[in-house]
């Protein structure tokens, strides 16, 4: 995999969002309150890329006591496609089209788990929310096993507008989540899809279950109230893969 790319310096980080690198995260001293700082937090604001304000010695650490300027960014080490060209790409190609919606999925290994499996199911693009969720980092990279650069995955603002655009194509959304009494077995997948999976702790947002257009809970027979929710999206997928007659 290699390691983590890096941008140190208020101004290479500037040009590498203009160049249209892909940032997975800008972290930024609060007291920088110069002009070129505030011309790179327009920027961050504009492209919608995750930024956090950290200690100086954050920053330190980061850029391994190099002259960092009070600002170090972090470069993804995928590309992410546009919603909207996903959906219009895969609706050309796929009578059948298969989305994964993951709202704030914070482990990242959970991840890089969650793109194996959905790699391997035959996924047509997997949807993140920008903010909230585990980095698409080396670990997640490595936890795929390469899965990360075989499928698109994209990054959007507001997972419920999301939700809006899929159901306007005519895919339906189905929601894995315990808080139901409705069985996921008994849900058809054989139509367009896209399965959103919730966060480890939270589950699935109450905002977004209330769209939803179907809801289904996977059966748990012992004592745990929850699987793991790789596992679990790995069992979902597959009963997909199952109803499809893909196998």
């Known amino acids: 995999m290699g390691k983590e790319t890096k941008i140190f310096g208020l101004r290479a ?18 007291e920088n309150q110069g002009a070129i700082a505030k011309e790179l ?15 100086v010695e954050k920053l330190n650490k980061l850029s391994r006591n190099q002259n960092h300027q009070g600002a ?11 919603l909207d060209d996903l959906i219009t790409e895969v609706i050309e190609k796929e009578s059948l089209p298969l989305f994964l919606i993951l709202d704030q999925i914070t482990d990242v290994r959970n991840l890089g788990a969650i793109i194996r499996t959905a790699e391997c ?7 993140l929310p920008i903010h909230g969720s585990a980095p698409i980092n080396a670990d997640a ?14 990054k959007v603002n507001h ?39 919730g966060s480890e702790h939270k589950g699935i947002t109450s905002s977004i279950l209330k769209i939803a257009d179907f809801k289904g809970k996977l059966p748990i027979l012992g004592d745990i109230e929850s699987l793991n929710v790789s596992v679990a999206c790995g069992v979902a997928l597959y009963e997909v ?7």
């Not at 893969?241 to 196998?247: A, F, I, N, P, Y």
């Open 121 to 127: 199911t035959g996924v047509n693009g997997i949807i």
């Open 13 to 30: 980080i500037i040009e590498a969002i203009n160049a249209g690198n892909d940032i997975e995260k800008v972290y930024l001293l609060k």
């Open 41 to 55: 937090l327009y920027l961050i604001r504009k492209n919608n890329i995750s930024v956090s304000y950290v200690p």
């Open 141 to 154: 990279i490595k936890t795929s096993a390469g899965a990360a650069f075989n499928i698109p995955i994209c």
């Open 241 to 247: 893969v199952r109803q499809r007659g893909l196998s």
């Open 72 to 82: 170090v960014a972090k470069i993804s080490e995928i590309a992410f496609v546009e």
């Open 159 to 197: 997972t419920l507008d999301a939700i809006y655009q899929l159901q306007a194509a005519d895919i339906k959304t189905v929601a894995v989540t315990e808080k139901t009494s409705h069985n996921y077995y008994d849900i058809d997948l054989k139509i367009p899809v896209a399965l959103i999976m």
